[in-house]
Structure formats: structure tokens, C-alpha cells
């Protein structure tokens, strides 16, 4: 049996250490130095070179236009062919004409103060009217040919959500309060619903026969109504778990989607009111989920492709999801590192523009979520934006107090 070699470390090797002289110099810092590149030196704030690059990357700005009217956040935009909206944070709307080929604006109304910040502007379907509502409950609606105001009432009530009947000028809104009301102009009638399950109602939708509307909650309730009775004709509770924060119709009015803090996207059936499917948008793992609520992530916005039979989704983690609304597979997934994106629409032609949290517009391939172009210009988070009839102009609101049009490829 052979012994195993022993190695000596020649670093523990005294025998092998060569003793070096080492000089110490000391060095006076009352002396000015020699060197020149020591002499060049400036001192640099970090913070200022921060604030530096900002404005460099804020000097980018992709719009054609800027519309700075309001004096505060810009919440809510519309459009109407050549006609646009805004409401604000410093309680005013304004509507405006806009002329693509000359590139001009031209202010057509601004109203007086409502009690509260504006945060919904709709348009009819004909273009006659723009309904404006507040926080506070105030809802007023202008016509459009003589700029004057048409009809207000008060709720006194938060309103969630303001829109109008698809095919004829009949107004409806939700309010916090979980009331869904119908105004109708040439009879003065107005009609509430009430779930009674006391929960905010935040989204709803008429229906494409326009008899029915859909109308979601934020305890996860979901209630189809007979808008002629003002009845429920379906209940489904608990749809979600927690509250329901975006809905979309597909463009047949066959399936009705909805989303929200669940991470769940659910397609149901607007004929039999059944759950077809459930589509998980979270990537964490079960443990992550228990984490605080300050951490949760949230489906923001769900859209239909108008021309294949896809949906898109966007969360407030910064991800996009494309699935395949026959097979119910995942089609694509896009991870805009961590900024998040506020809301989700598709154009004519396979298009997905989305608005982020870091004020830019971007536009993707909707069949492969390759990223085709970012418009930025906004210097903060976008909290609203619609595309013209012809998918060639963005019009986009944002917490920088800027509304800006953007002209699209």
C-alpha cells in the first residue's frame, strides 16, 4: 500500500518566502498635486446628474400636439371623428375640434366648474352630445352643434362609470354606491337598479341586443339586468374574487370578459350566462400570493381583437397577455420589466396600442406581441387614452396635466 503524497504550500513555505522591501510614502495634503488628471477632476452631484438625464429623456416627445388647458391632472379623454374631450382635476372640461391635415385645435366648449374633479367624457353614438360627469355625482351633457349645456342632474353620489345606449341617446352610469341609473332625455325618466348586496359597482356594458345590461362588483359579483323592467335576469356571485376591474364585450356581443385583482380573466356567455372559461395572468407561485396587498398585482384592462379571435390583457406589473379566445391557450406574453401599463385597445388591423406608467404609448404586432413602436412625450403616467375611428391619431390624457395627440405609422 502506497503512502499518499503530502503537499507543501509554498506560501506556508518559510524557506521559500523572499523577504521584499517595501517603501512607505507619505504624502502631505497640504501639497496642491501633481498630477494633472487630479487637477482636472471636478466634483459631480449625483443628484443633479440624475435630474439631467431626466430632462434629456423628457426633451423626446413624439406628439404632434400638446393641449395644456388644465390647470391639474388630465383624468379622462374621448373622441368623436374630428371632435375630442377632456376632463380634469381642476373640475373643468373641454371639447375640441381637431383638423389632422392642418394640424389646427379649436377650444368649442369649456364648461364651469363642476363640484369635483371631471373624470368621465363621453360622447353619443351620433356625435349630438358629450355627457360629462364629476366625482361628486354632478352629470351635465352639452350639445355638440351649439355648444350649450343640453341637461344636468346631481346625484350626490360617486359615479364609477358614465356611457351611452349604442344605438339611440339614452345615458347610464354606475356610482360607488352599487347603483346603476338610466336617464332618458325626452321623457325625463330616470330609472335606478340596485343590486342590494350593498358593494360598490364599478364597470357595466349594454348589451349588443340592447335590451340587456351587464353590470360587475367589487365583492366579485357579476348581475345581468332587463333594462326595460330593471330587473336582474341572472346573478353570478363571487365571479372573481375581489373586486371585478375591467370588462369588454367581443365585437359579436357573444362573450362577455372580466378581469381584475384576482388576476383572473373569465369569458362568459351573454346568451347563457355561463363561465366558458378561466384564464390565470399570474405568474407567481402560491406562496407569493400571500403577500401584502400593497404587492398584488391586478389585471388593469382587457380588450377584443376586432377582426381574430383574440383578447388582450395588460396588469399593473407591467405584462401583457394574448390568448386565443377558441382554444383558451396563451398566443403571447410581453414583460415590460416592471412598469406597469394602465389600459389595453386594439385597432382595426391586428394592432394592440397600450398606456404605461412611465408616460409613453406603445404599439404591438397583436399576433406576436413584437414591440413595433413606443410614443413617448408625457411626463407622467397616462390615465387615459382612445384611438380616432381610423386608428390614425392617439388621443391621451396624463397625470402631467398635458392632453397630447399623438399621429400613428
Not at 343640453?150 to 353620489?157: E, I, K, P, Q, V
Request: net charge negative.
Amino acid at each position: 500500500m502506497t503512502e499518499k503524497s503530502v503537499r507543501t504550500d509554498p506560501i506556508e513555505d518559510e524557506n521559500e518566502i523572499e523577504q521584499e522591501e517595501v517603501e512607505i510614502v507619505e504624502q502631505d495634503f497640504d501639497e496642491e498635486p501633481e498630477d494633472e488628471l487630479i487637477q482636472d477632476m471636478v466634483e459631480v452631484d449625483i443628484d443633479d446628474l440624475i435630474e439631467d438625464l431626466e430632462a434629456d429623456e423628457n426633451t423626446c416627445d413624439d406628439s404632434v400636439e400638446s393641449i395644456d388647458k388644465h390647470d391639474g391632472a388630465v383624468f379622462c379623454i374621448d373622441s368623436f371623428k374630428n371632435f375630442f374631450a377632456t376632463g380634469g382635476e381642476d373640475d373643468l372640461a373641454y371639447v375640441f375640434s381637431y383638423d389632422q391635415q392642418s394640424n389646427n385645435i379649436q377650444e368649442l366648449i369649456k364648461t364651469d366648474k363642476f363640484k369635483d374633479s371631471v373624470t368621465n367624457v363621453k360622447f353619443s353614438n351620433d356625435g349630438k352630445y358629450i355627457a360629462i360627469s364629476d366625482m361628486s355625482g354632478l352629470i351635465r351633457v352639452y350639445t355638440i352643434e351649439n355648444k350649450s349645456l343640453h341637461w344636468t342632474h346631481d346625484l350626490d353620489s360617486d359615479i364609477e362609470s358614465l356611457d351611452w345606449h349604442p344605438s339611440c341617446n339614452v345615458l347610464f352610469c354606475s356610482t360607488s354606491d352599487g347603483y346603476f341609473y338610466m336617464f332618458k332625455f325626452s321623457t325625463d325618466e330616470i330609472r335606478v337598479m340596485y343590486s342590494g348586496d350593498d358593494a360598490g359597482l364599478g364597470c357595466f356594458r349594454i348589451l349588443k341586443d340592447g335590451k340587456r345590461a351587464v353590470t360587475v362588483y367589487n365583492n366579485g359579483n357579476i348581475r345581468f339586468w332587463d333594462m326595460k323592467s330593471g330587473q336582474t335576469v341572472h346573478n353570478l356571485l363571487q365571479a372573481h374574487q375581489g373586486d371585478i376591474l375591467t370588462i369588454d364585450l367581443s365585437p359579436d356581443g357573444n362573450l362577455l370578459a372580466t378581469a381584475g385583482l384576482d388576476m383572473k380573466l373569465k369569458l362568459i356567455n351573454t346568451n347563457n350566462y355561463k363561465i366558458v372559461c378561466e384564464l390565470s395572468c399570474s405568474t407567481k407561485s402560491e406562496s407569493d400570493e400571500e403577500t401584502m396587498d400593497e404587492d398584488r398585482d391586478s389585471i388593469e384592462s382587457v380588450s377584443f381583437c376586432k377582426s381574430l379571435p383574440l383578447i388582450a390583457c395588460v396588469t399593473l406589473s407591467g405584462k401583457i397577455f394574448v390568448w386565443d379566445i377558441n382554444t383558451h391557450v396563451l398566443r403571447s406574453q410581453f414583460d415590460n420589466n416592471m412598469i406597469g401599463y394602465s389600459k389595453v385597445v386594439w385597432n382595426s388591423q391586428e394592432k394592440i396600442y397600450v398606456s404605461t406608467l412611465d408616460g409613453s404609448l406603445q404599439e404591438f404586432d397583436g399576433r406576436n406581441l413584437e414591440l413595433s413602436k413606443t410614443y413617448k412625450g408625457h411626463r407622467a403616467e397616462i390615465l387615459d387614452f382612445c384611438l380616432n375611428e381610423q386608428s390614425t391619431i392617439i388621443y391621451s390624457a396624463s397625470n402631467d396635466n398635458f392632453a397630447k395627440i399623438f399621429h400613428l405609422n
